[in-house]
């Protein structure tokens, strides 16, 4: 099978590549490098089951051409990170709502299968515990950054299951919750590398609020596993599933992880809000995922603990 990847340089879609072809399949992978990087598939290069082409998802005779040429679509082309978000908020909404508009558009021309690649962050901040598939979304005003990139995913989960729906697309969406580990970085925001860079430098940590504020991590591996059964099931064509580690720590807790399991000297420092994000910044207080549906329907649980994602990321930025 033949499998084109957009966003597969970056962290979660070059994982999947490295999946797709260690199991034998063809993959291509498109990317602008926006915030994927090339070290991030310099391993497959030269593999003659591994195409690379740089390009965006904006450009759309490109994306036709590509999406012509495989399979099955894989959509993992995104701007994310809470600081692209917030330092990008109109280049974010176009590269979130006309590259998916461009993605479904290529495939349904085509007639070729595609995942959606979506985010927690279409549930805001509903904090009323673990979120299922049909939890509400809870949401403030759509001129602060957060909210709009939540609503510029949840558009993309409507535009994608109404191509299925009303005509027949193959589609499947699944919605990440917080992975991690290794080849993410902690320039667009993510608090586990970002803890786990500081913590071997011996730099402080830097915790935003009170660190009271609570998430669960999954491990990468464990999310590459789920896309695959994900695609290669029939039962979850027109569907979206969760997937998460159920989990959870609070952030100033996770900091005291980091540094034990790292011996590090660092110190953590907590830092207001508003020195952290721009004003206006709202920040979730707890994200909890459901995940009985993917568990029922095709029985994936996460294997890794945090313990084991802390140290694959130390052994990574080592
Ligand atoms: N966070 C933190 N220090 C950092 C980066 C993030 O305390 O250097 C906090 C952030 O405010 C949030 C949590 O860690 O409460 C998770 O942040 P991340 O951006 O990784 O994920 P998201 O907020 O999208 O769940």
Redesign the pocket.
């Known amino acids: 099978m033949k499998y084109l990847i957009t966003g597969g340089a970056g962290f979660i879609g070059s994982h999947i590549a490295d999946a797709l072809i260690a199991r034998g399949d063809y993959v291509v992978v498109l990317d602008n490098f926006s915030t994927g990087n090339s070290h991030n598939i310099e391993q497959l290069v030269g593999n003659p089951q591994f195409e690379f082409v740089q390009g965006s998802i904006l450009d759309l005779p490109l994306l036709k051409q590509l999406t012509e040429s495989v399979d099955h679509v894989l959509h993992f082309a995104a701007a994310v990170?809470?600081f692209t978000i917030v330092d990008k908020p109109l280049e974010s909404l176009i590269t979130n709502l006309r590259g998916t508009e461009n993605v479904l558009e290529a495939a349904h021309q085509y007639g070729k299968p595609v995942l959606i690649a979506s985010t927690?962050?279409i549930y805001g901040k509903n904090g009323s515990g673990a979120l299922n598939e049909e939890s509400d979304r809870v949401l403030g005003s759509p001129l602060k950054s957060r909210w709009s990139y939540s609503e510029a995913k949840a558009i993309d989960e409507s535009m994608a299951y109404f191509y299925f729906a009303e005509k027949k697309l193959a589609v499947r969406i699944v919605r990440f919750f917080?992975t991690v580990g290794p080849r993410q970085v902690?320039h667009y925001?993510?608090?586990?590398p970002?803890?786990v860079s500081a913590a071997l430098k011996n730099e402080p940590?830097?915790?935003?609020?009170t660190?009271s504020?609570s998430?669960c991590f999954c491990h990468v591996a464990d999310a590459v596993t789920a896309v695959l059964m994900v695609i290669d099931s029939d039962l979850t064509l027109g569907e979206v599933f969760n997937i998460g580690n159920d989990e959870e720590i609070t952030?100033e807790a996770?900091?005291h992880e980091v540094i034990d399991l790292t011996r590090s000297s660092s110190q953590i420092e907590k830092?207001l809000?508003e020195k952290?994000?721009a004003v206006g910044f709202e920040?979730?207080q707890r994200?909890i995922p459901d995940i009985s549906k993917i568990k029922k329907v095709l029985g994936w649980t996460p294997k890794r603990s945090l313990d084991v994602i802390i140290k694959d990321i130390a052994d990574h930025l080592k």
């Not at 925001?189 to 586990?192: E, F, H, N, T, W």
């Not at 940590?205 to 609020?209: A, H, N, Q, R």
């Open positions: 990170g809470v927690s962050e917080n902690g925001g993510m608090v586990v970002r803890f940590i830097t915790v935003y609020g660190g504020q998430r952030i996770l900091a830092v809000y952290a994000y920040d979730l994200r």
